[in-house]
């Protein structure tokens, strides 16, 4: 199992330009997070989704929107980046079971918006 | 909506001694609390969590315990090692679905030095 893979590792933007990153989990997990991760401020949620065609506003939505077509797949959309969103995003799955949440990361893609 | 705060931000040890992560939460509905560990430029991993209907749990060098009227919870490591330098989250999450998504404290940066 490759558990979380992210896409890409390393992407430059231009302000304006948009992206999309990709997650995709091989666990047949039913619950998908985006993080982004900055100095100071630890992992603060994006969007997340509990099953597949679903999806649900974090604490720092603003700017970015998410799908979930497939379940293994968990797209974040950036429209027209802004060098604020310059960033680690990370991705994580979790099979939720009796509140148990563990959650299982993807290794992470660096933004530098320029 | 919940807010995890986490102290200190870092801490310096000695081999072989003991480290203490603090975090305090303010939803009372919270129940689950897990404590993650992150090495330099990687990703996030579980290393124990909590339920609310336990005061302690222990998995060799590693302890949390959990404070339910105080509403904090904190990481305990015994015989720190060098291996144990990363930066420290705890998080909490209060339940099924939507309210399954994790808040994050800011992180603690654990040097052990030799």
């Known amino acids: 199992n490759a558990g979380v893979t992210q896409t890409p590792k390393f992407r430059v933007l231009k302000t304006g330009q948009s992206m999309t990153l990709l997650c995709a989990q091989d666990m047949n997990h039913e619950y998908m997070y985006w993080y982004r991760q900055d100095p100071g401020m630890g992992l603060r949620l994006i969007h997340y989704?509990?099953?597949?065609?679903?999806?649900a506003k974090g604490e720092v939505p603003d700017g970015y929107n998410v799908s979930r077509l497939k379940k293994q797949n968990f797209l974040l959309g950036l429209e027209s980046a802004a060098p604020s969103q310059t960033s680690v995003y990370f991705c994580?799955?979790?099979?939720?079971?009796?509140?148990?949440?563990?959650?299982?990361f993807g290794p992470g893609t660096r933004l530098t918006v320029l | 909506g919940e807010n995890v705060e986490q102290h200190p931000s870092t801490l310096s040890v000695q081999e072989g001694d003991s480290a203490v992560i603090k975090c305090t939460y303010s939803?009372?509905?919270?129940?689950?609390f897990p404590w993650y560990k992150q090495e330099l430029g990687k990703r996030p991993q579980l290393i124990i969590d909590i339920r609310s209907n336990v005061g302690e749990k222990k998995d060799q060098r590693i302890a949390v315990t959990l404070n339910k009227t105080a509403k904090h919870f904190s990481l305990h490591i015994t015989e720190t090692q060098p291996e144990d330098s990363a930066v420290y989250f705890c998080?909490?999450?209060?339940?099924?679905?939507?309210?399954?998504?994790?808040?994050f404290g800011t992180g603690t940066r654990l040097q052990v030095t030799l």
């Open positions: 939803d009372s509905a919270s129940n689950y």
């Open positions: 994580a799955s979790s099979l939720f079971r009796d509140s148990y949440n563990e959650q299982f």
């Open positions: 989704s509990v099953g597949e065609g679903t999806t």
């Open positions: 998080a909490a999450s209060m339940g099924t679905g939507t309210a399954s998504k994790l808040t």
